[in-house]
């Protein structure tokens, strides 16, 4: 499997929470296509996390966009309201993009405290015919990244254990031992055992192609970021966008921890965008969407050398090392807490720079377990089930661990004591072993210190 869509163009605020929900309903309208006719009405059950900060996600506005068939990549200001007003002022939507049926959001949208058991974020589907009989039914688990898995993929993967590829590939890199052996072999460093990797699946002028638009919309997002058509950011906590007056204010300086208030401008001003429910790529979690990004303005405006051809080298170590993390762990807040989104973010870039800056496979693995092992045990605990507090800020410390990580890893001497596939696996495990109310449902932390706020 192609590792291309780890960066993906998607719309803000969470690629779990948003993203997913519009994915099931995109999916559900392909499982329904053929029973439009008989179809007379759509409810709908969020879960556990899904359920608990939905609102604040924009999950309950998602999954109606994706149920009308609107995808993403597609979705714009104007689409997101019209959609929205029909379904709650005429209540009505256009299934499928093909069939009006009436909506009720009070009654056909319905928000569960309970979680299902195969994931934190878990959503059911119904479509039903006049008489009130199911016509067909899906559960849906959003496993983060805007990936999305029916209850028996799901199912399937549990079973099997860790999401392995067992495939008839020349190349299949299910750990980091995997892509060292073969680096050792052949001479080669992640870049280029990446570049190998994605040839077995696309060209080498698509390959290209998708990472210069997704650089481009990086960019894109960031000059927004610093010039928004709003200033005050959407939900209870009306907080202030500071990308704007922090890009009047920052100048050049002779001081040499100054660069940090350009890293921390890059970073907020691209999460505030994605904090707006605005445009934003998905790396790998729209949560942690300004790390990467964050850390490529970093190379191209501060050091020598950083270009079009940089930036796809870049993002394709940033890909293979989230891929890792998505077969052997987590990228999502509500099944592993924030380690799993700032923390890839981090541990994605930190090799990515080092790969770019020309550091062989084994300082870059390091630059990676390095950057998570800093994140291990961060709670994903949103204040008003928004992604701003304390989310926009852990994106530009989490860009500038990376820094610190590729940095520290290139300038090493010593031999490591720690893999990336162990810090990997510790991630999951204390994932799996933190609280619920630390993971994604606002129960705990500054989610409730800060309850006063929302």
Known sequence: MSNLNIFKIGVGP??????????????????????????????IYFYGSLSLTGKGHLSDKAIIWGLNNIEAKNLDTSTQQSIIEKALRDKKINLCGKKEINFDYQRDLIFSKQFLLLHENGLVLK????????????????????????????????????????TDNKLVFNHSKDILEFCRKEGKNLIQASLEYELQFNSLEFIHNYCLEIWQTMQEVYNNGIKPQENTLPGNLKLNRRAPGLFNRIQPTADPLGIIDFI???????????????????????????????????????????????????????????????????????????????????????????????????????????????????????????????????????AIKAIMAARMAMSRKSTPKVTLDEVILTMYNTGKDMNLKYKETSLGGLATTLSSLC
């Open 127 to 166: 479509a039903l015919d006049k008489a009130g009989n199911i016509v067909s039914e899906e559960t849906y688990y959003s496993i983060g990244g805007g990936f999305v898995k029916t209850a028996q993929e799901l199912q399937d993967i549990k079973e099997n254990g860790i999401q392995e590829e067992f």
């Open 14 to 43: 969470s690629s779990s929470h948003t993203l997913g929900p519009m994915l099931a309903g995109n999916l559900f309208c392909e499982k329904i296509s053929h029973q439009l006719n008989i179809i007379e009405k759509i409810q």
């Open 264 to 398: 921390s401008l890059y970073a907020i001003a691209i999460a505030e965008e994605n904090a707006s429910g605005a445009k934003v790529v998905t790396a790998p979690t729209n949560g942690a969407c300004a790390v990467n990004p964050a850390v490529m303005l970093y190379l191209k405006n501060h050091t020598l050398g950083f270009n079009d051809q940089k930036a796809i080298e870049f993002l394709l170590v940033g890909m293979l090392i989230g891929s890792l993390y998505k077969k052997n762990a987590s990228i999502s807040g509500a099944e592993a807490g924030c380690q799993a989104e700032i923390g890839v973010a981090s541990s994605m870039a930190a090799a990515a720079m080092a790969s770019v800056l020309g550091a062989d496979a084994f300082v870059s693995s390091n630059a990676a377990e390095s950057a998570m092992e800093h994140h291990l045990g961060l709670t994903c605990d949103p204040v008003g089930g928004l992604v701003q507090i304390p989310c926009i800020e852990r994106n530009a410390f989490g």
